[in-house]
């Protein structure tokens, strides 16, 4: 059984850096996308950083571009985020995502947009930042 598992959250303070990683395990998927979402308190949750098996493109939403980056091992099937100048606005608990086939980066990052496949998410991970 294919499975998530987020990890690498924590307690940092404002403009320090994190990062989490979201190991997948139990498929053979040749064809897959992960993506990081996250869910702060009291707001709904929303797509931040995914990455395409196929051709390593990614899709950053714009809270997060140039401070944050995505990476993958395929070796270690282990998705990275890279979090740099953390501010209290990311507080939230991050989640990782995969669905296989991978659709497009845009799409995979759309929680609730259509697309052809079987998603898979993790237990989130807590990370809080301080002022």
């Known amino acids: 059984r294919c499975s998530c598992r987020a990890s690498g959250g924590g307690l940092v303070r404002a403009g320090r850096s994190l990062r989490l990683s979201c190991a997948a395990s139990?498929?053979?998927?040749?064809?897959?996308?992960i993506g990081w979402f996250r869910q702060a308190p009291g707001k709904e949750r929303e797509g931040i950083s995914c990455?395409?098996?196929?051709?390593?493109?990614?899709y950053y939403a714009d809270s997060t571009k140039g401070r944050f980056t995505i990476s993958s091992d395929a070796a270690k099937n282990t998705v990275y985020l890279q979090m740099n100048s953390l501010n209290s606005e990311d507080t939230a608990v991050y989640y990782c995502?995969?669905?296989?086939?991978?659709?497009?980066?845009?799409?995979?990052?759309?929680?609730?947009?259509?697309?052809?496949?079987?998603?898979?998410w993790g237990k989130g991970t807590l990370v809080t930042v301080s002022s």
């Open positions: 995502r995969l669905v296989a086939p991978g659709p497009s980066v845009n799409t995979l990052c759309c929680e609730h947009c259509d697309y052809y496949g079987t998603e898979y």
């Open positions: 139990g498929f053979t998927f040749d064809d897959y996308g």
């Open positions: 990455i395409s098996s196929n051709d390593d493109s990614t």
